[in-house]
């Protein structure tokens, strides 16, 4: 057990739909991720979130909108997407490392798998 | 720049042979982290293992054990004595410890390994 869900597990939406990714944390991190996992491809870092401020954009577009309203959730919002942005869309959360410097082992939920008709 | 190279895509093996993924990996940093990562089909990435530059011992746990080699910048993974349950795709992942840095992991592409009975 990671200690980390998301919901919902499958989502099918067309391309002029807006739709929410949701993710908690039970393991009391205080840093959250977003990746996106498409076919063929490498994992792809999308956002980071430390004490829901966010420190890392890795130029999304912005039809990919997160959200963390706090330490434990994370919300990826959705809006207008392309069929390429179907994927696994995995969220990862991690302890904070003092000094600075963050090194902690990434935790991962099982996936959001989307497809955008 | 960072990267991780895991240059076998598919590995297929018969249930009870060892197997051993390759991990090679590009970073100017002294010190920084590596990660092994199993992602079974139902999509959750499982953490299996996090080493630091500074700590070049092998480490054993049960059937799993790991090669950490600085000379040749690799670190690979061997299953012995496989199993069916090992069927899944493998990631090796790289993390830079700078002041200041996300805890981004760099991903390499993924080995799919499949055990058969």
Redesign the interface.
Same mark, same amino acid.
């Given at each position: 057990e990671t200690g980390v869900t998301q919901t919902p597990r499958h989502l099918v939406m067309g391309m002029t739909n807006k739709k929410s990714l949701k993710c908690e944390q039970h393991l009391g991190h205080n840093a959250m991720y977003w990746y996106k996992q498409s076919a063929k491809k490498p994992l792809e870092l999308m956002f980071v979130y430390n004490f829901k401020e966010q420190t890392e954009n890795n130029s999304v577009p912005s039809r990919f909108s997160p959200e963390c309203p706090n330490s434990s959730h994370l919300f990826l919002h959705l809006h207008t997407l392309q069929p390429e942005d179907s994927a696994l869309y995995l969220c990862a959360s991690s302890q904070d490392v003092i000094s600075g410097r963050r090194t902690d082992t990434q935790y991962f939920g099982p996936g959001t798998r989307l497809t955008v008709l | 720049a960072q990267k991780v190279t895991q240059a076998q895509t598919e590995i297929s093996v018969v249930e009870k042979e060892d197997v051993t993924l390759d991990c090679v990996y590009e970073t100017r940093d002294t010190t920084y982290?590596l990660?092994w990562?199993k992602q079974p089909p /139902? *999509?959750?990435?499982?953490?299996l293992i996090?080493r630091?530059s500074f700590d070049e011992q092998n480490e054993i746990s049960g059937r799993y054990s790991w090669n950490f080699q600085k000379s040749t910048s690799s670190f690979n993974f061997t299953i012995t004595a496989s199993q069916v349950v090992d069927s899944a795709v493998y990631?090796c992942a790289l993390?830079e410890?700078? /002041? *200041?840095?996300?805890?981004?992991?760099i991903?390499?592409?993924?080995t799919t390994l499949q055990v058969k009975p």
């Open positions: - | 982290y990660f990562y /139902s *999509g959750e990435l499982v953490f996090r630091n990631f993390s410890a700078r /002041s *200041g840095n996300t805890g981004k992991l991903f390499g592409q993924g």
